[in-house]
């Protein structure tokens, strides 16, 4: 099943009232969302999993908030049909809520993700990749405020770039003055497909406490030509060769979406892609 036949078969949207999709208790049920201007709040406790589908070029710009032990696992998905998307994803969390997200870009578009830990023990976990072609050009923003003590935080991101694509990753992890024992890791791992493409990335911290645990780091490359080689010795062609190598380095993160259906869907519409790079 594609992402879209999965879509057409959920005959329920959630019920938005004045603009806002309030949840509360758990919701097993994926609920998908087309790309809207929207303000999501999950009650205490409650827990919900989101598909937010950008599909046209519009400017979308969407606002969370978890309230105290709320749960939510999101993906958010810019498929190839959907060139020229922007979009802003903005989440304050609250006491020992828990945000699982993950960021798929696979046409030309601009998606800025900021999360605001502003209660103790808040943990959020945001993981984007992008994957563009020909002349594709893709943007990802992601800063993650700090701004109470005991709270956690990874930005894990890829970027793949073929053709004449451009790429770029701009991070941010902010620490305040009282986020005492904050833990945030940061990391962005970029392959590049040809010479003609190019992926520009800029980690940053920024911490203003003293008993933190914060790292980051980036890297900018190119497909391993001596594990092409070595998995060739073993009876694949090049173009075999290449292609696990690709799904090797994008899967990964996508099997880390939190929920198997989202992963499946998700993983489809990667594996759309990484055929057309």
Do not use: W
Request: hydrophobic share 40%; glycine share 6%; aromatic share 4%.
């Amino acid at each position: 099943m594609t992402i879209y036949e999965y879509i057409e078969s959920i005959k329920e949207q959630p019920a938005c009232l004045g603009g806002v999709l309030r949840f509360e208790g758990t919701n097993d049920q994926v609920q998908v969302l087309d790309g809207a201007n929207k303000r999501i709040t999950l009650a205490a406790d409650a827990r919900c999993k989101l598909l937010v589908v950008h599909r046209t070029a519009q400017n979308v710009s969407m606002e969370v908030e978890l309230g105290e032990r709320a749960v939510l696992t999101m993906a958010v998905l810019y498929p190839e049909n959907g060139v020229g998307a922007e979009g802003k994803v903005q989440v304050v969390q609250q006491e020992a809520s828990r945000l699982q997200m993950t960021a798929l870009q696979l046409a030309s578009s601009t998606l800025q993700v900021e999360v605001d830990l502003v209660a103790r023990d808040a943990e959020s976990v945001v993981n984007a990749l992008f994957a563009i072609g020909a002349e594709e050009q893709s943007r990802l923003s992601i800063r993650t405020n700090h701004r109470s003590s005991d709270c956690r935080s990874s930005s894990v991101v890829r970027g793949l770039a073929g053709g004449k694509a451009v790429g770029a990753f701009d991070g941010m992890v902010y620490v305040a003055p009282d986020a005492q024992r904050t833990d945030a890791f940061q990391q962005n791992r970029n392959m590049l497909l040809s010479e003609t493409a190019r992926i520009d990335t800029k980690p940053q911290l920024e911490i203003y406490a003293d008993d933190v645990k914060c790292s980051h780091g980036a890297t900018v490359g190119q497909m391993d030509n001596e594990a092409i080689y070595y998995m060739r010795q073993r009876g694949l062609d090049e173009q075999q060769a290449r292609r696990l190598q690709l799904t090797g380095f994008a899967d990964d993160l996508v099997m880390r979406c939190g929920c198997e259906q989202l992963c499946e869907l998700l993983m489809e519409e990667l594996n759309h892609k990484l055929d057309r790079i």
